[in-house]
């Protein structure tokens, strides 16, 4: 299997799950996790003017709904993890911050184009959209201490993390999609794959407590549902047809057979525990697998 770096070039002990320390003997991330920073660009215009999923209204807005999250929300990440940049003394996790910061910057300008192309072509408002998540970024910013900033950073890359794995391990989430998007939304589980546990191992290394840890998880959880489902309102407001029909068979897609969150209980429970780990979910093997079939060996480092 051949990509430049990262999940790719795993070798069969890797595969195995086995587990190796960094030089601050704080992590567990394996040490054959490379964190690539790949500069794609995505040509979606005219993809995003239509129902690009299946030609369904409610696939298509929920990862629409998702994309106009990640702007601000990869920002924060950014901003939160570079506070305590300057604290981190191992020159492994460093390596690890300055890829976890360059995935994240061109997730954020991607995203950035992603939503300003659809709010064009479907005559939305960005900033309205916006508008609750950078009110929450600003209130975080002003009165939060950087570590809880930060521990609210290690909870929304798990969320995202189990996301992204749901994706790989359950091909029926993206199937129908336009590829020029699952090509898309594919890269950026990619690397959420790869950069796991960056905030995690940092939040760690300052000497973030598993209490904090926990209690940004739940309220996490609380916002980031809530402005899923508020962006997913404002971008069906016009919808004509029945509700009731769309949101039930919206529901069957999420959580149905094969649904695309289905499976993600146990993972995201698993953040509670006291000895939690990210990659104690050891998923190289099947996004290397997902990434050779999908043609990841197109993807160019920066």
């Known amino acids: 299997m051949t990509q430049h770096g990262g999940l790719a070039t795993f070798t069969t002990a890797a595969f195995r799950g086995e587990y190796f320390m960094t030089h601050s ?26 129902n690009w999923h299946s030609d369904d209204v409610f696939k298509t807005a929920f990862f629409n709904a998702l994309s106009i999250l990640f702007p601000l929300g990869e920002q924060f990440f950014i901003d939160s993890v570079k506070a305590y940049r300057s604290e981190i003394d191992d020159p492994v996790l460093q390596e690890r911050v300055k890829g976890f910061m360059g995935q994240e910057s061109v997730h954020r300008r991607e995203h950035q ?45 798990h969320l995202t993390a ?21 090509e898309l939304w594919h890269w950026h589980a990619l690397e959420e794959t790869e950069h796991k546990a960056v905030a995690f191992d940092v939040f760690e290394a300052v000497g973030g407590g598993t209490g904090m840890r926990r209690s940004a998880m739940i309220l996490t959880t609380i916002e980031f549902t809530h402005h899923v489902i508020r962006n997913m309102r404002l971008l069906l407001r ?65």
């Open 113 to 157: 184009k992603y939503n300003e192309a659809l709010c064009e072509a479907h005559g939305l408002d960005l900033e309205e959209l916006e508008a609750l998540v950078a009110k929450r970024k600003a209130f975080a910013q002003k009165h939060l201490p950087a570590l809880r900033q930060l521990a609210g950073t290690v909870a929304l890359e």
């Open 238 to 302: 016009d919808y004509k047809g029945s509700r009731i029909k769309l949101w039930f068979g919206g529901m069957k897609f999420l959580f149905g057979k094969n649904g695309a969150l289905r499976g993600l209980l146990r993972p995201y429970l698993d953040f509670y525990r006291k000895d939690f780990h990210p990659w104690d979910h050891d998923n190289r093997e099947l996004v290397g697998s997902v990434m050779k079939e999908f043609g990841g060996g197109t993807v160019q480092p920066i």
């Open 162 to 182: 189990i996301m992204a794995d749901a994706t790989f391990r359950n091909p029926a989430t993206l199937e129908g999609a336009h590829p020029k998007m699952k």
């Open 25 to 50: 003997s704080l992590s567990r991330t394996p040490e054959d996790v490379d964190i690539v920073t790949r500069n794609r660009q995505f040509d979606i215009e005219e993809v995003l003017a239509t």
